[in-house]
């Protein structure tokens, strides 16, 4: 079945300093990709996606894009705030009845 | 705001007892899915309800049921606890339209099983 591999975490950083998760994904056919973030003690908040090859989706300064070649979706933001610590998921799948596979997230933390 | 609710936002049951969890949906959205987030691990999918019909099952025993109404909310029925049935619980939906379909999850319902 489907899988995704995230970069273990915690992900430490100061503010403004530059963010890459690094997220690989197995899949049959061709599912779409995305990234969802859970601040503490809530539900999960899309990101952004992308459902094509070479699509870049982003969203609050946040860009990830669809590398079918090497299976792969990073994520990445120019200048983290403290506002963004949270956890993040990567999740290929969603389309039709085929459902989101997550991995473990990784959990950064940003330091004023 | 997903526009996704769940209620209740925490439960306490013991092992053996039955629990149900509610989810209401967004307007217009035909396909709910529910999750389970143990502490510290990613959502693993549980089934996904299309027009008041299961038509998806993750690696979960016939103990998880569910049901979907047609007013947009959606029941999670588990009977017979156990312990490693502490979780949190999420349910997200969207319109089963084709690629890219952006699910929208609740808040959760926070589990705990003693």
């Known amino acids: 079945g489907d899988s995704v591999t995230q970069m273990e975490g915690p992900v430490t950083l100061s503010e403004e300093a530059f963010l890459t998760i690094n997220c690989t994904y197995t899949a049959t056919g061709y599912p779409s990709l995305f990234w969802y973030v859970q601040y503490p003690g809530e539900g999960l908040q899309l990101l952004l996606k992308?459902?094509?090859?070479?699509d870049k989706g982003s969203n609050k300064g946040f860009e990830a894009t669809y590398r079918k070649e090497t299976t792969s979706f990073h994520l990445e933001k120019g200048s983290v705030q403290v506002s963004d610590s949270a956890v993040y998921f990567c999740?290929?799948?969603?389309?039709?009845?085929?459902?989101?596979?997550f991995g473990k997230g990784t959990r950064l933390s940003v330091i004023a | 705001e997903t526009g996704v609710t769940q209620s209740p936002t925490h439960l306490i049951k013991t092992r053996g007892q039955q629990v149900t969890l509610r989810c209401s949906s967004q307007s217009g959205h035909n396909t709910v899915s529910w999750y389970q987030q143990a502490l510290g691990q990613g959502p693993q999918f549980i089934f996904q309800?299309?027009?008041?019909?299961?038509?998806g099952r993750g690696n979960f025993p016939p103990r998880f049921s569910g049901l979907q109404f047609p007013n947009y909310s959606s029941e999670l029925n588990v009977n017979a606890l156990e312990l490693d049935d502490s979780a949190l619980y999420l349910c997200a939906s969207r319109v089963l339209a084709g690629v890219g379909d952006t699910q929208y999850f609740g808040p959760g319902t926070r589990l705990t099983v003693l």
């Open positions: 999740a290929p799948g969603g389309s039709g009845n085929t459902p989101l596979v």
């Open positions: 309800y299309y027009r008041e019909e299961e038509n």
């Open positions: 992308a459902t094509k090859a070479d």
